[in-house]
């Protein structure tokens, strides 16, 4: 059973900055792309980063480039959101998520079940 | 950048049919997934590549694509459905995701 795990999330200042960690289980990590996807509360789906099976290629919304990095790690399993320069609207419950594929493209088939960052002074 | 557009609310009647639109440009060039979020969960897949199911899906899920509207239909509505519905594609000139503006679908 696929299993992704995200923790990391924080109340931080404007300004602040913040790790989150997805950690995988139950398929072939190695093997698949995978994002971040966030939701503002009361709010819809943004997309916020992608990364390919690989970690070769990175992808980042318009909203985010220059402040967030996605990374990851095959050997542990693990994908990472660093975010610095927070802002009050990147409040927001953070979503690991899973292609169907080794490159974003083809669509999430797995979601984690969020973890809450709250940018507040 | 891609912009999708849903209706914001579809209203139906258990047991008859919900039709949830997604525009967007030219999207029937594209690969459209479809999502439900109930209140207080993560997303599920219920439509990828237009049409297809993942396992688990009950066959009352269907979806289509052509022109500039994709859609998901669902047949026989149960009360379970209601839901948050978002489309979602890749596009290919940004190298982004983009969803859609989701559709709340309400069982009467």
């Known amino acids: 059973e696929v299993q992704l795990l995200e923790s990391g999330g924080d109340l931080v200042q404007p300004g602040g900055s913040l790790r989150l960690s997805c950690a995988a289980s139950?398929?072939?990590?190695?093997?698949?792309?995978l994002s971040w996807v966030r939701q503002a509360p009361g709010k819809g789906l943004e997309w916020v980063s992608g990364?390919?099976?690989?970690?070769?290629?990175?992808y980042n919304a318009d909203s985010v480039k220059g402040r967030f990095t996605i990374s990851r790690d095959n050997l542990k399993y693990t994908v990472f959101l660093q975010m610095s320069s927070l802002r009050v609207e990147d409040t927001a419950v953070y979503y690991c998520a899973k292609d169907l594929v080794e490159a974003p493209g083809r669509g999430f088939e797995s979601w984690g079940q969020g973890t809450l960052v709250t940018v507040s002074s | 950048s891609y912009v999708l557009t849903q209706p914001p609310s579809v209203s139906v009647a258990p047991g008859k049919t919900a039709t949830i639109t997604c525009g967007g440009n030219n999207i029937g060039r594209k690969s459209v997934h479809w999502y439900q979020q109930k209140p207080g969960q993560a997303p599920v897949l219920v439509i990828y590549y237009d049409t297809d199911r993942p396992s688990g899906i009950p066959e009352r899920f269907s979806g289509s694509n052509s022109g500039n509207t994709a859609t998901l239909t669902i047949s026989r509505v149960e009360a379970g459905d209601e839901a948050d519905y978002y489309c979602q594609v890749w596009d290919i000139s940004s190298d982004h995701y983009i969803f859609g503006t989701a559709t709340t679908v309400t069982v009467l």
């Open positions: 990364i390919s099976a690989s970690g070769l290629t990175t």
């Open positions: 139950g398929f072939a990590f190695r093997s698949y792309a």
